[in-house]
């Protein structure tokens, strides 16, 4: 499993809805590095630095290790154990095939996706609540006052949001999102990072989450909704989840001893821009907002009294901040997260 930031390609996208890819023609791409970090986030291999720097050394990319034998590894200098290991799992990454995250398009595949954490439903309300971490911005915080501006800007340019227009609505989910990540980063001192069209390849599916938000573990993953269908959002953002959560376990070293468990827990956004959507997925269950609202009036109307556009908007910034804030700061430790989803979220 892996996440990779690459560039928007609506080419890209296009081919990942028409045929789900398999794993091997993602790891085909990769350089020497990508295919390095990979291996790494691969727990049960057990390789280390030594053999790591024989395939730097023999310049092995993704096409080359889809190649490799025992023989081959053997001759590069590399040991009995982790070269049967490394050929194993050559073979199982030519075979893995995954299904994309975009083909998660029907009221079906979202009660799918439920029926996976025992919820038996076809409604985004069918999902547990959970009341978000938030924390206060002050009004006149730089970064809020920007947001704002550029929302008035951009609705002086554009008019009211269009419920067709993709592409209006990612204006308005981008900014708010750029500002929250620069308050969280300010609040927090982490080097948290928005990455675009993140690619991210769990055990089952794999795809582009619309943004990702990272530090050195994924901590949120954000899909841009569809107007007046939630549920598509919500079922590719609940994979996308469950892949990037594969992928912190993953990413958990040996050394870490954390015993046997292996909790994990990170937050989801669904957003059409005038409507937001908050998801807490934990390897034990999954959470949502379904039941709270978080509208944001993106309306010309808002250019002559912007009273309840900053509230709205100030709103939705402090509990992206409040979960940005929470699940950066939280303990690596399986234990300690699931304590503290446990205090704040489930009693």
């Known amino acids: 499993m892996s996440t990779m930031s690459t560039p928007a390609s609506s080419s890209n996208n296009a081919t990942e809805e028409k045929q789900a890819p398999t794993l091997a023609e993602l790891v085909r791409k990769y350089n020497t590095e990508n295919l390095i970090e990979?291996?790494?986030?691969?727990?049960?291999?057990?390789?280390?630095?030594?053999?790591f720097e024989i395939l730097r050394n023999e310049e092995i990319a993704g096409r080359d290790f889809l190649k490799l034998t025992e023989e081959k590894l053997h001759s590069y200098g590399m040991k009995g154990g982790p070269a049967t290991r490394l050929a194993d799992f050559a073979k199982e990454v030519?075979?893995?095939?995954?299904?994309?995250?975009?083909?998660?398009?029907?009221?079906?595949?979202?009660?799918?996706?439920?029926?996976?954490?025992?919820?038996?439903?076809?409604?985004?309300?069918?999902?547990?609540?959970?009341?978000?971490?938030?924390?206060?911005?002050?009004?006149?915080?730089?970064?809020?006052?920007?947001?704002?501006?550029?929302?008035?800007?951009?609705?002086?340019?554009?008019?009211?949001?269009?419920?067709?227009?993709?592409?209006?609505?990612?204006?308005?989910?981008?900014?708010?999102?750029?500002?929250?990540?620069?308050?969280?980063?300010?609040?927090?001192?982490?080097?948290?990072?928005?990455?675009?069209?993140?690619?991210?390849?769990g055990e089952e599916s794999s795809g582009r989450a619309d943004y990702g938000i990272t530090d050195i573990e994924d901590l949120l993953c954000v899909a841009e909704g569809k107007q007046n269908l939630p549920a598509i959002g919500f079922a590719?953002?609940?994979?996308?989840?469950?892949s990037s959560c594969q992928t912190n376990q993953k990413k958990r070293k040996a050394s870490d001893a954390f015993g046997k468990s292996d909790y994990e827990y990170l937050y989801g956004i669904v957003s059409t821009g005038t409507d937001w959507y908050f998801i807490l997925?934990?390897?034990?269950?999954?959470?949502?907002?379904?039941?709270?609202?978080?509208?944001?009036p993106l309306a010309k109307s808002a250019l002559k009294d912007d009273l309840d556009l900053k509230k709205s908007v100030k709103k939705v910034m402090e509990t992206i901040v409040g979960l940005l804030k929470d699940r950066v700061t939280v303990e690596k430790a399986p234990d300690a997260k699931k304590r503290r989803v446990e205090e704040k979220y489930i009693h």
């Open 38 to 51: 990979f291996l790494k986030e691969q727990g049960d291999l057990q390789l280390n630095e030594t053999h």
């Open 94 to 201: 030519k075979e893995k095939k995954l299904r994309a995250f975009s083909s998660y398009r029907t009221l079906k595949d979202f009660k799918e996706v439920l029926g996976k954490y025992s919820i038996d439903g076809d409604s985004i309300t069918s999902i547990p609540q959970f009341q978000p971490e938030t924390h206060t911005l002050d009004k006149e915080d730089k970064a809020f006052r920007h947001c704002i501006s550029d929302i008035i800007v951009k609705l002086m340019n554009m008019g009211t949001v269009a419920d067709s227009n993709e592409a209006m609505r990612r204006e308005y989910i981008s900014a708010i999102l750029h500002a929250s990540v620069h308050i969280a980063r300010n609040v927090t001192r982490k080097e948290i990072k928005i990455r675009l069209e993140q690619e991210i390849v």
């Open 236 to 242: 590719q953002n609940l994979v996308q989840l469950e």
């Open 281 to 296: 997925y934990t390897t034990e269950g999954i959470y949502c907002t379904s039941e709270t609202e978080y509208h944001i």
